[in-house]
């Protein structure tokens, strides 16, 4: 295991990828989240996240998805397109299975406390996950990435999703102005956390095993591809960081291990919405769908920015 992180350390400040470049129409990005939109707003920003989350824990560990469960919460919104049971061993299913029951209470305590909304289009199909892990690494899996193929890639897919909803909230909290939100985004927070913390400790045991599908490169490696990745599409910095850091990133710069992403004060990294939209939607530009929102996201700060050209050609979702 050190012998990976060594070797990432001396390599992390060197990588390129042609192929992650954000395709961002508007010139200068905004980093600001101090945006106008109500407690309800950005809770319901969120929401999106944890349906995606749902589905994809739901389907890949039980073979059913939100519907089975609990219908009402996905306001008619269509059914995620590619979502299916994964080859899970029984303790990663288990833990998954778990997951999967904790968003739909996620999504239930949201519900409740702002009404919800409409369920957006998932695109959970294995070619989605496998062009986002391909314009990680820089070039195209061999075979192709299935993330429902066996536990090791189902946890590098899940490594994508948790952790931008915990940065979401993170970036939430300084702009709600009713307590009984803030006490809302807090309990979601700390479970989204130990969520993101569990996947990550799991593939760290596995940081040494080679992902054949990109031909050799390790889980580590990996790791730290996609979080290049989501810097590179959420346009504001360093909001990610991978199982191996250099020492200058790792905790009190005294390790290389990254067990749990956070800044140079060991706190949580935020992101604002438009970051998230970003780099859900893989287009790094938060007015241009794709990726796992391919129609976009809902609520009234999603559509805000949804450009309408791009929101029209979504029958052909």
């Not at 009402?72 to 299913?93: E, M, Q, S, W």
Request: hydrophobic share 40%.
């Amino acid at each position: 295991m050190y012998k990976t992180c060594l070797l990432l350390v001396l390599v992390i400040g060197v990588i390129s990828r042609i192929d992650a470049t954000p395709v961002n129409s508007h010139r200068y990005p905004s980093c600001s989240g101090n945006i106008s939109a109500t407690d309800v707003d950005l809770v319901q920003l969120a929401m999106n996240v944890e349906f995606t989350e749902a589905e994809f824990f739901l389907k890949a560990s039980t073979g059913k998805g939100l519907d089975a469960f609990n219908a009402t919460l996905a306001k008619g919104g269509p059914a995620p397109v590619g979502a299916r049971k994964a080859n899970l061993d029984p303790i990663t299913k288990r833990i998954i299975e778990e997951f999967g029951y904790q968003e739909i209470g996620h999504l239930r305590a949201i519900a409740d406390m702002t009404g919800g909304i409409r369920r957006p289009l998932l695109n959970l199909t294995r070619e989605n996950f496998a062009m986002f892990m391909d314009r990680a690494v820089g070039r195209r899996s061999n075979p192709r990435f299935d993330p429902y193929a066996n536990t090791r890639n189902y946890l590098l897919a899940s490594y994508y999703i948790p952790y931008v909803g915990l940065t979401g909230y993170v970036g939430a909290i300084p702009y709600l102005v009713y307590f009984n939100f803030k006490r809302l985004v807090a309990g979601l927070l700390g479970v989204e956390s130990g969520q993101d913390g569990v996947i990550r400790t799991l593939l760290y045991e596995r940081q040494d095993e080679t992902v054949e599908e990109y031909g050799g490169v390790t889980v580590a490696e990996l790791t730290n591809e996609i979080s290049i990745l989501r810097n590179k599409l959420g346009m504001c910095g360093i909001k990610d960081e991978g199982l191996c850091v250099p020492p200058w990133l790792g905790a009190e710069n005294r390790t290389t291990s990254n067990i749990l992403a956070a800044d140079a004060y060991s706190l949580s990294y935020d992101r604002t919405p438009q970051e998230i939209l970003r780099v859900m939607y893989g287009t790094g530009d938060e007015h241009r769908p794709g990726g796992f929102w391919p129609c976009g996201a809902n609520g009234r700060i999603a559509r805000m920015f949804l450009d309408k050209r791009y929101y029209g050609n979504c029958g052909a979702c």
